[in-house]
T-cell receptor, first 116, second 109 residues
Framework: GAGVSQSPRYKVTKRGQDVALRCDPISGHVSLYWYRQALGQGPEFLTYFNYEAQQDKSGLPNDRFSAERPEGSISTLTIQRTEQRDSAMYRC??????????????FGPGTRLTVL | GQNIDQPTEMTATEGAIVQINCTYQTSGFNGLFWYQQHAGEAPTFLSYNVLDGLEEKGRFSSFLSRSKGYSYLLLKELQMKDSASYLCAVMDSNYQLIWGAGTKLIIKP
């Protein structure tokens, strides 16, 4: 596709349920990032992939959060046993080079997660 | 800790010039980015500075002083469509982007 896509765009779930958020980066992009963004705040880093390798997961809040990118393209962010504090906009971004290169990060439209 | 500071909100008049400041304290520095984010949309790239000085790109310019930990984004000939949040982000020594909270710019006719 022309840009980064994410699905679903909106997800409402009950506390305690697991959710899986999908990101489809720009074709050929090496780097993929997951962020969380609260209203009126900048993105908060969660994790980074270089191809299929998860090279940085220092931003994941706790062990309920995990991510994978098994074939170096599509990525899934999974949140287990969701809690109300997990409610936020989850954004994915991709860039053409590796993390050390100052390439533009292209952001997806985000998934708005609401935990009831 | 790492910190990016920018004003929460600014107001300017259509056709005028506005300067949005950003100060930072990070562990290392590998460049500074400015992104624009319209309400309800994804951030989009505006500029990148890694060396001191001014980078000009059309109506937008970005300045960096590494010794002062300071940058600004200058928007000229403001248009109503420039109403958005402007996010400053610094790449630290681990090549992680540290983001400011953003400056909401309101343009009045």
């Amino acid at each position: 596709g022309a840009g980064v896509s994410q699905s679903p765009r909106y997800k409402v779930t009950k506390r305690g349920q697991d959710v899986a958020l999908r990101c489809d980066p720009i074709s050929g992009h090496v780097s993929l990032y997951w962020y969380r963004q609260a209203l009126g705040q900048g993105p908060e880093f969660l994790t980074y992939f270089n191809y299929e390798a998860q090279q940085d997961k220092s931003g994941l809040p706790n062990d309920r959060f995990s991510a994978e990118r098994p074939e170096g393209s599509i990525s899934t962010l999974t949140i287990q046993r969701t809690e109300q504090r997990d409610s936020a906009m989850y954004r994915c971004a991709s860039s053409s080079g590796d993390r050390a290169s100052p390439d533009t990060q292209y952001f997806g439209p985000g998934t708005r997660l609401t935990v009831l | 800790g790492q910190n990016i500071d920018q004003p929460t909100e600014m107001t300017a008049t259509e056709g005028a010039i506005v300067q949005i400041n950003c100060t930072y304290q990070t562990s290392g520095f590998n460049g500074l980015f400015w992104y624009q984010q319209h309400a309800g949309e994804a951030p989009t790239f505006l500029s990148y500075n890694v060396l001191d000085g001014l980078e000009e790109k059309g109506r937008f310019s970005s300045f960096l002083s590494r010794s002062k930990g300071y940058s600004y984004l200058l928007l000229k000939e403001l248009q109503m469509k420039d109403s958005a949040s402007y996010l400053c982000a610094v790449m630290d020594s681990n090549y992680q982007l540290i983001w400011g909270a953003g400056t909401k710019l309101i343009i009045k006719p």
